[in-house]
């Protein structure tokens, strides 16, 4: 399966599949990355959500039900919208917004009800196996989402202050405000230096 190059160049950052999953909506004003069933297929191959042949599979299967597949990708992105809608008011300190909140439920009674509970290691897990099941890269989104919310660590859920990602603030004194330095960091170090480069102007032009 050929990745196309924007999926590819689309930055993994946020520190959990949910968070990887709602920046795949970027910049702003916004741009889309997904914008496709396959390019949501890609992009969970990327992210490590299915295995390369598995993605492989599922294309197979959405060339032969083109209208499920676009329901599917369509489902995504509405899934996406409220996670995103939930992370950024927990993020900011704000109220979640209800309806953002039940489709989130919704979409978690929906993956544990196609899912299976299985020993791994020395522990237990949910997989999504299902290879005729076009949604099944959703269904750990979902569920990493709402572990996140009911056992993760929030205090370390940060909105960038540049591009508006999502991310866990791994960092030991909790103080990154960039999704990653090298891009937003840079950006807004670049746009302070104009901006004293403009103010130092009109200072030495009276």
């Given amino acids: 399966m050929e990745t196309p190059e924007y999926i590819d160049r689309l930055r993994i950052v946020g520190g959990d599949p949910a ?19 396959g390019d949501l297929v890609a992009w969970s191959v990327r992210a490590g959500l299915l ?19 676009a329901a599917v990708y369509r489902d995504a ?6 996670l ?28 544990l009800s196609r899912g299976r509970l299985e020993r791994q290691d020395e522990r237990f897990g949910w997989t999504w196996d299902d290879e005729r099941d076009l949604a099944r ?25 540049g591009c508006y990602w999502v991310f866990l603030d791994a960092s030991r004194n909790r ?19 104009v901006a004293k480069r403009r103010q130092g102007a009109r200072v030495r032009g009276g």
């Fill in 175 to 193: 103080s990154r405000r960039w999704c990653t330095m090298e891009v937003c960091g840079t950006d807004e170090k670049m746009r302070r230096y």
């Fill in 137 to 161: 890269m959703l269904w750990p989104v979902v569920h990493a989402a709402t572990g996140l919310l009911t056992s993760g660590d929030l205090d370390r859920l940060k909105l960038c202050a």
């Fill in 84 to 111: 995103y809608g939930v992370f950024r008011a927990v993020a900011e300190g704000g109220d979640v917004p209800e309806r953002a909140l039940e489709t989130v439920r919704g979409y978690e009674r929906e993956a």
């Fill in 77 to 82: 992105l509405g899934l996406r919208g409220a």
């Fill in 51 to 69: 295995p390369a042949a598995e993605g492989e599979r599922l294309v197979g299967e959405a060339g032969l039900r083109p209208e499920e597949a």
């Fill in 19 to 37: 968070l990887d999953f709602v920046n795949t909506e970027d910049g702003d004003p916004p741009s889309e990355c997904l914008r496709n069933y």
